[in-house]
């Protein structure tokens, strides 16, 4: 069985129409060769060996997520200095209006306007907004980055965002900063990327707390990332408690490893059910970016 078949026989006896993967990497060709490149030097937020699994052309890797089933996935991009994100942005909304599956995507970085190109991307169709507080190396808290939640919070745009400390820690990651940003802008629509990983049982605190606070899968559970960041088996119970606010995630095309792998050591964790997975896999995204139970 090749790799499509596997990825579809997980879902389809699902019943659901397809996946919603929250967390996918789309950029323009350069900046994606220099994240690459990036990934194969093992950079120091990298850490380790960290090999590319699907590093074909833009056109290849859309096929490969269609053939796998994926009825909407995000262009995740992320800029690491000041006078990078609009761009993005614009790249961004020319990709997704090229793209229909796409959800469009735009980021924001703690800078002089940042405020009005958010309003602008969001005028401009934007269904999802991406924070990499890691490579971006900047506190979510930063006063220039106030207006940009408080308009995020107020259009309800939900916002993918790595703040976890791992694959290595950057000078502000972790809760902390975000439970500050949730503090004064409490209606923000946060996905915590990667569960939090290795913070899982504080995020997992957060969404508790603040019930606009989402976590996707994104590499959790497999053992790339259980050989450094396991999840506490003690966290299961709340892992599935919250199944309604929990997204899948694959971070395609970066992963070191397979899709079907992604998939399949969800179905492995202990406790979960064909409910569970329904939600996570579909049903929950499906509902936050409001596209309906079956495929357009």
């Not at 179905?267 to 596209?291: C, I, K, M, Q, S």
């Amino acid at each position: 069985m090749d790799e499509s078949a596997a990825v579809r026989a997980i879902w389809e006896p699902l019943g659901i129409p397809g996946i919603v993967d929250v967390h996918t990497h789309f950029m323009p060709t350069r900046v994606m060769d220099k994240v690459w490149q990036y990934f194969d030097a093992a950079g120091p937020l990298v850490g380790r060996t960290w090999p590319i699994t699907y590093r074909t052309d833009e056109a290849e890797r859309l096929r490969t997520l269609r053939s796998f089933g994926v009825r909407a996935f995000t262009s995740l991009i992320y800029p690491h200095k000041p006078d990078m994100a609009a761009w993005l942005n614009q790249w961004a909304a020319h990709f997704a209006s090229t793209t229909p599956d796409c959800l469009s995507t735009a980021t924001f970085y703690p800078e002089p306007g940042a405020a009005e190109y958010v309003t602008a991307a969001i005028e401009g169709g934007t269904r999802v907004f991406k924070a990499h507080v890691q490579v971006g190396g900047y506190d979510p808290t930063d006063p220039l980055l106030d207006s940009v939640w408080g308009v995020v919070a107020e259009a309800g745009v939900p916002v993918v965002i790595h703040c976890g400390s791992g694959p290595q820690p950057g000078p502000h990651t972790g809760p902390g900063p975000v439970a500050a940003v949730l503090a004064r802008h409490p209606g923000l629509r946060l996905v915590v990327a990667h569960m939090g990983m290795p913070e899982y049982g504080e995020f997992l605190d957060l969404a508790e707390r603040h019930p606009d606070v989402r976590l996707d899968t994104t590499m959790a559970f497999t053992p790339f990332v259980e050989e450094d960041h396991p999840f506490p088996p003690s966290e299961r119970p709340r892992l599935l408690a919250l199944g309604d606010r929990i997204l899948f995630g694959s971070d395609f095309p970066n992963i070191p490893y397979g899709y079907l792998e992604a998939m399949r050591v969800l179905t492995e964790v202990p406790g979960v059910d064909d409910d569970w997975l329904r939600g996570v896999l579909h049903d929950n995204a499906a509902t936050l970016f409001g596209l309906g139970a079956t495929a357009s």
